[in-house]
């Protein structure tokens, strides 16, 4: 694999988040794993700046997400939950604004932050999170804004918002009531209930659980099997079922609809339903 273009990952640019790009495949490792992976204000900037990336970048046709070492992410770094982080590149540095306009001024950075899993959820490719140890906090938001998930036997989830004072972020409060159900949603974050993988699995947060020797090697095949489908049909799926998450059903009827003659008109529909009509190899070309 090679870097992706535009996203270097020199150890003098940016060690705690890696990006290697090959065969249509963007993956992106958390790599900081003397901290599980702790998500600090530059390596929430450089993500979202590399899913931004990803999701124009036609070349991108799945993405994976992973941690380095022996947990996905533990959350947020909390030595860096202040309003003036000296390590947050745009953090409010001056103490002389009132009280409510440098909290506005650091929900509207966190929200940046933020972006990252609604570009995970939403962006038109297939997102893959490839999860051991701690799943925490963010990282469980992360992993829960990802299209599949699957995990080893190691991986165990936790809101651990309320263990530090805090409510929450990064999207958990919308993808878990969605994944888990409202009654575990509220559960994890209450009583702090975490999941083992197995109970994930149960409750459908997690697709599915792999040896952890196989992790890797399954995520790998995952995300290749979805380089090799249709990229504008992915678009278009994806951009149903996020539509299907608040849209009435008439709505989302005629989405489905437009969408489906959308694709129907690409090349890539038309030389795949004359492979299966006449049992031909079929490659899609994103066309």
């Not at 909390?78 to 650091?106: I, K, Q």
């Not at 209930?193 to 952890?212: K, M, S």
């Not at 196989?214 to 380089?227: F, P, R, Y």
Request: glycine share 8%; aromatic share 6%; hydrophobic share 40%.
């Amino acid at each position: 694999m090679t870097a992706a273009p535009g996203l270097p990952i020199s150890e003098e640019t940016m060690p705690h988040v890696l990006v290697q790009m090959g065969r249509g495949i963007m993956s992106i490792t958390l790599n900081r794993p003397e901290k599980l992976n702790a998500l600090t204000p530059p390596m929430s900037y450089r993500l979202r700046n590399i899913l931004k990336a990803a999701a124009r970048d036609p070349q991108v046709r799945c993405v994976t997400i992973t941690g380095a070492g022996r947990a996905f992410c533990a959350g947020g770094d909390v030595s860096h939950f202040s309003v003036n982080d000296p390590d947050d590149p745009v953090a409010l540095r001056s103490g002389s604004h009132p009280a409510w306009a440098e909290a506005d001024y650091t929900a509207d950075r966190l929200r940046e932050r933020a972006e990252t899993a609604f570009l995970l959820h939403c962006m038109p490719k297939p997102t893959v999170a490839i999860l051991r140890g701690a799943v925490m906090g963010a990282g469980l938001s992360l992993a829960a804004a990802c299209d599949l998930r699957i995990a080893d036997p190691t991986a165990t989830f936790g809101t651990a918002f309320a263990k530090v004072g805090l409510s929450g972020d990064y999207g958990a409060s919308y993808f878990l009531p969605r994944l888990v159900g409202p009654a575990m949603a509220r559960e994890m974050y209450f009583l702090n209930r975490r999941l083992d993988a197995e109970q994930a699995e149960r409750q459908g947060l997690i697709n599915r659980i792999v040896p952890g020797d196989e992790l890797e090697t399954t995520g790998a095949q995952i995300a290749a099997e979805l380089a090799a489908g249709p990229p504008v049909a992915w678009r278009y799926i994806k951009q149903n079922l996020v539509a299907g998450e608040t849209e009435q059903l008439s709505d989302l009827l005629d989405e489905e609809s437009r969408n489906m003659i959308r694709t129907m008109r690409t090349s890539d529909a038309q030389g795949a339903i004359d492979g299966f009509l006449n049992r031909k190899p079929v490659a899609f070309a994103g066309l």
